[in-house]
Nanobody, 120 residues
Framework: QVQLVESGGGLVEAGGSLRLSCAAS????????MGWYRQAPGKQRELVAK???????NYADSVKGRFAISRDNAKNTVYLQMNGLKPEDTAVYYC??????????????WGKGTLVTVSS
């Protein structure tokens, strides 16, 4: 069974930093795109950042210059370094991965989410 497990959320003051991690485990053949999404109370889930296996990245305008996404392909892990956090960054952050398992089945997986709370 393939799954994503996130870690690193928590409570931080405005201007602070957090680093989120998401590890994919199970019978994985390859992972194409990995990304982070977030959902604030009463709002729709939105893309924060994503990264391809080759390292190409894409960011939401609201986090450009503050957040950095990276991945370790050997560990099937994606990271989100969040600096200069603002109260409006408060949300549940979800990891997402597009991957093929060892039976060549394509999957689009979501983690369970990790809460990030930024106090003003």
């Amino acid at each position: 069974q393939v799954q994503l497990v996130e870690s690193g959320g928590g409570l931080v003051e405005a201007g602070g930093s957090l680093r989120l991690s998401c590890a994919a485990s199970g019978s994985i053949f390859s992972i194409t795109v990995m990304g982070w999404y977030r959902q604030a109370p009463g709002k729709q889930r939105e893309l924060v950042a994503k990264i391809t296996g080759g390292g190409s990245t894409n960011y939401a305008d609201s986090v450009k210059g503050r957040f950095a996404i990276s991945r370790d392909n050997a560990k099937n892990t994606v990271y989100l370094q969040m600096n200069g956090l603002k109260p409006e960054d408060t949300a549940v952050y979800y990891c997402n991965a597009n991957l093929y398992d060892r039976l060549d089945f394509y999957m689009n997986l979501w983690g369970k989410g990790t809460l990030v709370t930024v106090s003003s």
